[in-house]
């Protein structure tokens, strides 16, 4: 009679211990949707009832990132698009909830401010070329070092990174061409940029 009272009293505390154990249900957030290349993003963790994690975050390239604690964050390698996954557990592993989404990575853009301020007057009428296309001219000098709106000056937003510069100026079209110019702004406005003779 002892056995079976302890068999059943066993088997009501096996029964009650995991019927109370509530299912766990992931969620996450990050501050943002649309991120830039070598950013760090942070996913606030709001599941409820998790006691494992589980992060899994896929790259445009296909590439893993994974993480096991309850906070995490990567760095974006390159533009494109994040999937990231987090699978939450129950203490007795037995019970799992996922939750997904996506965001997005693309290349910093800053904007340079691309002024001459020849004093013979070299530099007049200078058309500028970034990877051989044409983004505009500068007509007259600005003698100060100017900011965006200042008259006399072109503003052009640039993708970071290594780009060719080419200047054509005077009568006969004089070219001043720069190979590979480091463009890394980290997404800055208005950085003058001064063509010199």
Not at 6 to 14: E, G, K, M, S
Not at 35 to 63: F, H, L
Not at 72 to 91: D, H, M, N, P, R
Not at 102 to 122: K, M, W
Request: glycine residues 6%; charged residues 15%.
């Amino acid at each position: 009679m002892k056995t079976h009272l302890l068999a059943l009293t066993a088997f009501f505390f096996l029964l009650t211990g995991t019927s109370c154990q509530k299912k766990p249900a992931a969620s996450f957030s990050t501050d943002k949707e649309v991120y830039t290349v070598r950013e760090s993003v942070r996913m606030t963790n709001s599941s409820d009832n998790a006691s494992y994690y589980t992060w899994i975050v896929k790259g445009p390239g296909g590439e893993e990132i994974r993480g096991s604690k309850e906070s995490f964050s990567f760095e974006l390698s390159q533009a494109g698009t994040y999937e990231i996954t987090l699978c939450v557990y129950s203490k007795n592993g037995k019970e799992v909830s996922k939750f997904s989404k996506t965001i997005e990575s693309r290349t910093a853009v800053s904007s340079y401010v691309f002024y001459t301020n020849s004093l013979d007057n070299t530099l007049k009428n200078v058309s500028i070329y970034i990877d051989n296309q044409y983004v505009g001219m500068l007509n007259t000098n600005c003698y100060s070092t100017p900011s965006c709106g200042t008259p006399n000056t072109l503003a052009v937003e640039i993708p970071d990174g290594l780009h060719d510069l080419r200047f054509t100026f005077g009568p006969i079209g004089h070219n001043k061409i720069y190979y590979n110019v480091a463009f890394s702004n980290n997404g800055t406005t208005c950085r003058p940029y001064l063509i010199s003779s």
